[in-house]
Structure formats: C-alpha cells, structure tokens
C-alpha cells in the first residue's frame, strides 16, 4: 500500500491512499483500476515458469464500457485496486438509449447509457431496486437481485405427450427477455429467474 499526493484542500494536501494488489490478491471477482478505468477480474489463472517465478494470466472486465481485455502479471507487478461505493437505487423507465434510476436515500435521479448496462437490461422491470456501483462518485455498473420475479406475457401451448423430462419451450417476460421454461408454464405466470445465468428457477 502506498501514499500519492492528490490536490490540495486549503493549505493542507489531501492524501490519497492507493491499496496495491500482489498476484495473490488478484483474483476472480477482485476490483482493479487500469488507465483510470474499473475492471472486475473475471478469469485469473497462475502459472509456474521456473526459474521465471510465478504469472498470472487474467481476463478483465470494464465496468463502464463491458469491454474485456486480457492482461498477464508476473514476477513482483502489482495492480491498484478500484476503491467503489455501493448505493441502492430504483429503477424507473428507459428513454433515448438510458436507463433511468432513483437514488433510494438522496431521492435524486440519474441515468446511466443502456450500452453500459448490458445484457442486464432485459431484466430490468419498473420499480425494482438494483444496487448501483460508483467509482470516483460517479455511477458506472448496476447488480441485479440474483433471484428476480417477472410476469410471462407470451407461452406457446405445451405439446401433448412432451410433458415428462427436460423438455422446454421458449417464453416471453414483462421485461421482453425471452428463455427457456418448462412446458407447463402458462402465459401470465409469475416465476422466479436468476439473474446471473438468465434460467429459469420455479413458479412463484
């Protein structure tokens, strides 16, 4: 961990502590900041290179664009780690290419782009509560309740004699995302999904 001056706060500096990172603090799930910008560690894999001490080889994640890259770490390198708030917030509507959100305590309202959000847009519904990341005061990633509910708005009629075993068919949700769902769900269902895989759990 080391201490870097940032600016200055009447005729005192104000100190910025950056929180430094070995290869064996970096792992999956680990926030890191690289070029200004947050990264969440989606893949970290150690290789021994003899006499070349240990690599890690990583897949990252940008948190504001979704953007992944790879990136290798060895010997003595270190990462500085992307300091973040989480804050609770409303989601509200969508419009012109951004989701719209409330601030569950200040009541204050934002947006963030759509290209931003990703592929969790089609589970997002009025009204749910999301946490919200920040970076540097400014929101940049959403997480979603891992287990959500959602109306089926269409299902195609189950076929008869297809009702035993894995067979599924795919449905349309309030949100416009379509899965795979056993056959004996019915339009207007309400069911659970986990918002991490995008399947189907149970009828709630």
Known sequence: MGLSPNTVFGDRPLIKILFMLNLSEIKIGQLIKIAGNPFV???????????GGAVLK????????NNVIEKTFQGNDKAEEAITEIKQANFMYQANNEAYFMDNQSFEQFSLPIEQIGAKLKFLK??????????????????????IE?????????IKGNSAGNVTKIIELETGAKINAP?????????????????????A
């Open 126 to 147: 009025q009204g749910l509560d999301v946490d919200i990341l920040y970076f540097q005061d400014k929101p940049v990633a959403i997480k979603l309740p891992i287990k």
């Open 41 to 51: 560690v989606i893949k970290a894999e150690h290789h021994k290179m003899g006499r």
């Open 183 to 203: 056959m004996f769900i019915n339009q207007d269902d309400i069911i659970r999904i986990n918002t991490d895989t995008g399947e189907y759990v149970e009828r």
């Open 150 to 158: 959602l109306k089926v708005i269409s299902s195609p009629p189950g």
């Open 58 to 65: 990583t897949k990252l994640k940008n948190l504001i664009n």
